[in-house]
């Protein structure tokens, strides 16, 4: 991810961190990102909308500094770019006024001295790359940023941002499972990996979609073959791919964590690999 800490095996989000009342409470907080750091699960997925203007990532950086030493410990993502204000038009901003202000109160909310990983949350039509690579190159040259990424970005979108900055864009953070495979043919897969953007799976479960119907029935199977979660299944077959994309898991249940992060270890053979992809889409490949 950032040198000299290696790519984890999952990330844990913190977009329904709100909606959790036990992790309200600091204290209560700080004791489960302290578990998580313990099981070695190290990257915590933020926004800057999550929660609804920063409340999250205020959650977050209260439990940090109600316990000090957790926060040389945690890796901490967070993106910016999308605002939803209520009574306001939901839309995009990638200006360096915007930006460069996401980036410190990011920082402030957060309670860290860097932002280990920091992303463009979705393409804004009225970016002036330049302009914005700018404000990017200048956040990691002051140490607000260690490394820079995208989200939900095309192909086009990302390449005339690098073209723009100094310092390469290294994540690619996009919507891709079982259920959500397209990107693994329309070229944008092949065209991040060649690039060399590590790729992040949001949604790895599709909202739990994948469980229902033959994709469900088919990773049922699988799942008592391996004894394992129908859910592990589906993260190894993401795990499987070229680059071993990370999935970005929503639950913030422990024991789930824990299940999660031990079946996505599994090894999928090619053979289990398609069939399953067979049963998600419908039909055998070509």
């Known amino acids: 991810m950032t040198p000299g800490h290696p790519s984890p095996s999952l990330m844990l989000g913190m977009m329904r961190l709100h909606e959790r009342p036990e992790l309200q409470a600091p204290e209560r907080l700080a004791d489960w990102l302290e578990a998580r750091l313990d099981q070695g699960l190290d990257w915590f997925d933020h926004a800057d909308i999550y929660g609804g203007n920063g409340h999250n990532e205020r959650l977050f950086g209260e439990a940090l500094r109600r316990r000090p030493g957790l926060a040389a410990r945690v890796r901490v993502v967070t993106k910016a770019g999308i605002l939803m204000a209520p009574g306001d038009t939901k839309h995009y901003d990638s200006s360096p006024v915007w930006l460069a202000g996401a980036i410190d109160r990011a920082l402030g909310r957060l309670g860290v001295e860097r932002l280990d990983l920091f992303l463009i949350h979705r393409p804004d039509p009225l970016m002036e790359a330049e302009a914005t690579a700018r404000v990017l190159d200048d956040a990691v040259r002051a140490g607000k940023v260690a490394a820079l990424g995208v989200s939900n970005f095309l192909p086009e979108q990302w390449r005339r941002l690098q073209a723009a900055l100094s310092h390469p864009l290294t994540h690619h953070q996009l919507q891709l499972s079982l259920t959500q495979p397209a990107p693994l043919f329309d070229g944008q897969f092949d ?71 031990d079946e996505a270890r599994l090894s999928l053979s090619r053979r289990e690999w398609y069939a399953l992809l067979e049963a998600a889409r419908g039909h055998e490949v070509a």
């Open 191 to 261: 065209a991040l990996r060649r690039d060399g953007l590590s790729p992040l799976a949001w949604s790895p479960l599709d909202g739990g979609t994948l469980f229902q119907g033959a994709a469900g029935q088919a990773l049922a199977r699988l799942a008592a073959h391996h004894g394992v979660s129908p859910a592990g299944v589906a993260l190894a077959w993401l795990r499987r791919l070229p680059g071993s994309p990370v999935p970005v898991i929503g639950t913030l249940d422990p024991a789930r964590i824990t299940t999660l992060r």
